[in-house]
Nanobody, 121 residues
């Protein structure tokens, strides 16, 4: 019911910047929260940054001051500006949306296919 397509990943040197984008499409009533998670090899998926429809944000402590999540409610898009990147940020980054497909229904999690971000010299 909700499809998420990510773009913008790749290889970047330590200290560099990268911007991820995600667009949602499909048949849904409302998207409540959009954001990003990541999963490094051998580790569990973890929250990176999310933004509610009302504009509240939540960041992982490790990225505060380096990453900025932005969202366009009208276009159903979310972006992640990543600055001062470190090698330990290397992971597959997943776009996430919590959305309901019918009026007054509880929101469900939807995921993109994931996009690789590699920080290496």
């Amino acid at each position: 019911q909700v499809q998420l397509v990510e773009s913008g990943g790749g290889l970047v040197q330590p200290g560099g910047s990268l911007r991820l984008s995600c667009a949602a499409s499909g048949n849904f009533f409302m998207i409540y929260t959009m954001g990003w998670y990541r999963q490094a090899p051998g580790k569990q998926r973890e929250l990176v940054a999310i933004k509610t429809r009302g504009g509240s944000t939540n960041y992982a402590d490790s990225v505060k001051g380096r990453f900025t999540v932005s969202r366009d409610n009208a276009k159903n898009t979310v972006s992640l500006q990543m600055n001062s990147l470190k090698p330990e940020y290397t992971a597959v980054y997943y776009c996430n949306a919590v959305a309901s497909v019918v009026v007054a229904a509880k929101g469900s999690d939807y995921w993109g296919q994931g996009i690789q971000v590699t920080v290496s010299s």
